[in-house]
């Protein structure tokens, strides 16, 4: 048995029929199911490697496999009155599922995971191309990522450098951390931060023994975890922590 012609050109068809495939294959159409995964595996790939902000493996990445088992579970539990873009659902649920795996594993702490920040602002322009896209259905989580990307903007750096300069040693990053959870904590060297614009070097010096070049030289990351530790973005904020908690144990 093999799936014919049709079929495939309902695949490769526009978003609004991909729900008509969808529903055959929940329907119990297996054959359709495969195919649909296989045609997807450039989509699954691109969308692991813009979460976690590095290149990966489709062939032996245990990262793979978790982005395509959430692909498979998008597919089961898909349901078009709910969501009416399946591409916008699966990608929240591979999100989901490698953000746990993050959490789990500090294997992928070379950097703060900024690039995902990146990708779900600008989600439909990199993935979809539909012009009855609609927006994320939680609508505050969006503003706040567009919000974090506009604060960022105002201190001259782009989420693009912040993921490139992330600090690569673990005990760097936890000292960063450290440095900008003391200033987020601050009101004073906070609101300094935000209105001015630099990072109150004097007045952190009181809380803690740095070299300024360690804190010059990373900039860029200690402003984005400040910001990131005094606003709503959950995820990130909860990456941190674990990040911090990990870092206790060793």
């Given at each position: 048995?093999?799936v ?8 490769r068809?526009?978003i ?5 495939v969808?529903?055959k294959?929940?329907d ?7 195919e649909?995964i296989?045609d997807?595996v450039?989509?699954i790939v ?8 590095t290149?990966?493996?489709?062939k ?5 496999s978790?982005?395509?088992?959430a692909?498979?579970?998008a597919i089961d539990?898909?349901?078009p ?6 591409f ?7 999100k ?7 959490r ?5 702490n070379k950097?703060?995971p ?5 990708d779900?602002?600008h ?7 539909c012009?009855?896209?609609r927006?994320?259905e939680n609508i505050?989580?969006r503003?706040?990522?567009e919000s974090?990307?506009?604060n960022l903007?105002?201190f001259g750096i782009?989420?693009?450098?912040l993921?490139s300069s992330s600090?690569k040693?673990r ?7 450290k440095?900008?959870?003391i200033?987020?904590s601050n009101n004073?060297?906070y609101?300094k931060l935000?209105?001015k ?5 004097k007045e952190l010096?009181?809380?803690i ?9 990373n900039?860029?990351?200690?402003i984005?975890?400040s ?5 709503n973005?959950?995820d990130?904020?909860?990456?941190i ?10």
């Open positions: 048995m093999f014919n012609h049709a079929d495939k050109r309902v695949i068809a526009d609004n029929s991909t729900a008509r969808i529903r294959i929940q119990g159409d297996l054959e359709l199911k495969e649909f296989k997807n450039p989509y691109r969308t692991i490697s813009n979460v976690l902000g290149v990966v493996d489709d032996n990445s245990e990262e793979f978790i982005g395509l088992l692909f498979n579970e539990r898909y349901d009155v709910k969501n009416d873009n399946f916008q659902y699966s990608f929240m649920v591979i989901s599922r490698l953000i746990d795996y993050v789990r594993n500090s294997k992928h950097v703060l900024f690039s995902y920040v990146e779900s602002i989600f439909e322009d990199k993935f979809l191309s012009d009855s896209f927006q994320f505050e989580v503003q706040e990522l974090f990307e506009e903007k105002q782009s989420l693009k450098e993921a600090p040693r005990d760097s990053r936890l000292l960063l951390i440095i900008a959870r200033i987020a004073e060297m609101e935000v209105v614009k630099y990072i109150p070097l010096l009181k809380y023994k740095v070299n300024n070049k360690t804190i010059q030289r900039r860029k990351f200690i984005a975890v910001l990131i530790l005094r606003s973005l959950y990130l904020k909860e990456y922590l674990g990040f911090e908690k990990e870092g206790k144990y060793e």
